[in-house]
Antibody, heavy 114, light 107 residues
Framework: VQLVESGGGLVQPGGSLRLSCAAS????????MIWVRQAPGKGLEWISY????????YYADSVKGRFTISRDNAKDSLYLQIDSLRDEDTAVYYC????????WGQGTQVTVSS | DIQMTQSPSSLSASVGDRVTITCRAS??????LNWFQQKPGKAPKVLIY???SLQSGVPSRFSGSGSGTDFTLTINSLQPEDLATYYCQQIFTLPWTFGQGTKVEIK
């Protein structure tokens, strides 16, 4: 099982990014997926969940209306569209398999700064 | 939201010691409790799921117990490679929340 995040970077407040998570080593379409983030020196924060088909989606209140989770089972990929970025969105963003996170990627850094 | 409170926030122990970390939920979460280990600069790794089930590949010196609101992670015979921050997480009710973490240092 391997999960590889990409798409992070430095962005100005109010900007947008699209994070990707490429999955391999398992049948991606059979598993739900989550995004979790970790601000510098802080703990873990669950931010979003998507079920196997993409028909059920949940968000943390802190990102609802600004972040959009999606998946492409044909491409074994998970995505997180992040809009209207704020300073407090600066964090390492991890994708993980299943709601209980049995496998995690290495993370991608998102830095929001002017 | 369900608040998860871990104690202690940090601890220092010697190799071979038995270490216990507790996690308390602000309301009952049945056994929907996971424990994660995060080594410096690395992604978290699940150790225990459903409060007491050992994830495949995790050394047997790690164990979890509890249900309802009070949970415990025990490390029997602490090893140098157990230097890490440990987090509990409830997945009983949205939003799925983590404890603040317990940093384990080796004396």
């Amino acid at each position: 099982v391997q999960l590889v995040e990409s798409g992070g970077g430095l962005v100005q407040p109010g900007g947008s990014l699209r994070l990707s998570c490429a999955a391999s080593g398992f049948t991606f379409s059979s598993y739900s997926m989550i995004w979790v983030r970790q601000a510098p020196g802080k703990g873990l924060e669950w931010i979003s969940y998507i079920n196997r088909s993409g028909s059920t989606i949940y968000y943390a209140d802190s990102v609802k209306g600004r972040f959009t989770i999606s998946r492409d089972n044909a491409k074994d990929s998970l995505y997180l569209q992040i809009d209207s970025l704020r300073d407090e969105d600066t964090a390492v963003y991890y994708c993980a398999r299943e709601r209980w996170g049995d496998y995690w990627g290495q993370g991608t850094q998102v830095t929001v700064s002017s | 939201d369900i608040q998860m409170t871990q104690s202690p926030s940090s601890l220092s122990a010697s190799v071979g010691d038995r270490v216990t970390i507790t996690c308390r939920a602000s309301q009952s979460i049945s056994s929907y409790l996971n424990w994660f280990q995060q080594k410096p600069g690395k992604a978290p790794k699940v150790l225990i799921y459903a409060a007491s089930s050992l994830q495949s590949g995790v050394p047997s010196r790690f164990s979890g117990s509890g249900s309802g609101t009070d949970f415990t992670l025990t490390i029997n015979s602490l090893q140098p490679e157990d230097l890490a921050t440990y987090y509990c997480q409830q997945i009983f009710t949205l939003p799925w929340t983590f404890g603040q973490g317990t940093k384990v240092e080796i004396k």
